[in-house]
């Protein structure tokens, strides 16, 4: 497997940003000492998989042990194929302090691993016919045609999911009174205030920009009418059964009904709670999901990729994960949402995104040509990745083995 040589993009609040190159590098060396070494690919690809069992296989002594060992708060962990959910499990705690395990029906915020699934609403607006992936700001904010930079009038749908416009990282904190009150009317102050900045980037480059998945979105509600969170809801969510499906804080202010983020201060793991989920991040991270329906979604997607996918026509479906633009410092690209590899373990190509967002840490691992994918999840975070990435990565190694040997 090449060892990607750029870090993984997170999320938290107003923040994103790269970590851990050491510990995506990790699951190279492990996966390739339980897959058979990294001289080409070691494994025949296999398209098809096994049929899922009727009964996914409980999983959480193995998410037990990683969690044990990195002592983060809760670890949940899922396996999932072309063919259905392969295996679950979760464990640790809701909220350090009470009582209250976590369950493999527990709500987990998404952070950026979402942004593949808006890239995927965006393929629908395109073959329903609302908008292009040429649609440019300009045509899409006509009322801002006298602040858009002359850099930016260019700029693409397709460009802003592929982190390629030039635009800052995030609207800065001086706005944010513009962007909470309203989702919608918030993506729009995002747009007015980004479009008019000076590019960070040359444009058609790689730039991670989370505020470009801010105007992607209204431009999305735009072309297609309502708003990004009900056309998510109407387009993608309902249509899959995904009932977990929400916005911004899963668990009640002070509660440990569903799991709460947690963020390691001074070496201890402190609850993250209240923690704000500004709306105007809803479309860049904010969702979050059990990990049966976010398991579901990436199924969607990895049937979008094979052409075969009930909601996404064939062409948009693979354009999703064809690489758009090189990331600097490596072999990897970026496509729309997704990082893009290959991998000795994967049979191929292997695509992936990790987020974080209200203490919160996400990743998922796709392997297109074996049809399977790892998701895992955590409800910590630390500003540096020193604690919770080896768990995450530690628990994605031992799940693709499990998988592809049984152990």
């Known amino acids: 497997m090449q060892t ?4 993984r993009s997170v999320l938290r609040g107003g923040f994103a940003f790269a970590v851990s190159r050491a510990a995506l590098a990790a699951i190279a060396a492990l996966t390739l000492a339980s897959c058979g070494g990294g001289g080409g690919a070691s494994n025949a690809p296999t398209p098809t998989p096994p049929p899922a069992p009727a009964t996914p296989k409980d999983i959480g ?4 042990s990683v969690r044990a060992q990195h002592g983060v708060p809760a670890l949940a962990g899922a396996i999932v194929t072309t063919s259905g959910l392969h295996s679950i499990g979760a464990s640790g705690t809701r909220r350090l302090g009470v009582t209250a395990p976590v369950t493999v029906d527990d709500k987990w915020s998404t952070g950026s691993t979402l942004k593949a699934v808006v890239s995927a ?3 629908m607006a395109v073959d329903a016919g609302k908008i292009a992936w040429t649609t440019t700001v300009e045509q899409s904010f006509p009322e801002l045609s006298s602040s858009i930079r002359a850099e930016y009038r260019g700029a693409t749908l397709e460009q802003l999911l592929s982190h390629a416009t030039g635009l800052p990282r995030d609207p800065p ?15 729009n ?15 058609g480059t790689f730039s991670y920009s989370n505020l470009g998945y801010m105007i992607a979105a209204a431009m999305i509600e735009r072309a ?41 201060e001074n070496g201890v793991w402190t609850v993250c709670q209240p923690c704000g989920a500004n709306p105007v991040y809803n479309a860049p991270g904010g969702a979050y999901l059990s990990m049966r329906d976010w398991a579901w979604i990436v199924r969607e997607l990895m ?22 633009v090189p990331v600097p410092g490596g072999s990897w690209q970026y496509a729309l949402g997704w990082f893009v590899g290959t991998g000795d373990w994967a049979g191929g190509r292997t695509v992936t995104h990790a ?4 203490g919160f840490n996400t990743v998922v691992w796709v392997a297109p040509e074996r049809g399977f994918a790892v998701l895992v999840a955590s409800n910590a975070f630390d500003w540096y990745g020193n604690v919770q990435n080896p768990a995450l990565d530690a628990l994605v190694s031992r799940l693709i083995s499990y998988y592809l040997n049984g152990q």
């Open 224 to 264: 297609w009418g309502g708003s990004f969170e009900d056309l998510m809801r109407d387009r993608i969510f309902t249509p899959l059964a995904l009932s977990s499906a929400g916005w911004g804080n899963a668990a009640a202010a002070g509660g440990s009904d569903q799991p709460v983020g947690h963020i390691l």
């Open 121 to 123: 609403l965006a393929a």
């Open 4 to 7: 990607p040589s750029v870090a």
């Open 189 to 203: 102050a995002a747009a007015a205030w980004g479009l008019a900045q000076a590019p960070v980037a040359a444009v």
């Open 355 to 358: 987020g974080a967002y209200i």
């Open 173 to 187: 904190y001086s706005i944010w009174g513009a962007t909470w009150p309203s989702a919608k009317d918030g993506r």
């Open 61 to 64: 002594a193995i998410v037990e």
């Open 303 to 324: 049937l979008a990729d094979a052409s075969t996918s009930t909601l996404i026509r064939a062409t948009s479906g693979r354009k999703l994960t064809t690489p758009q």
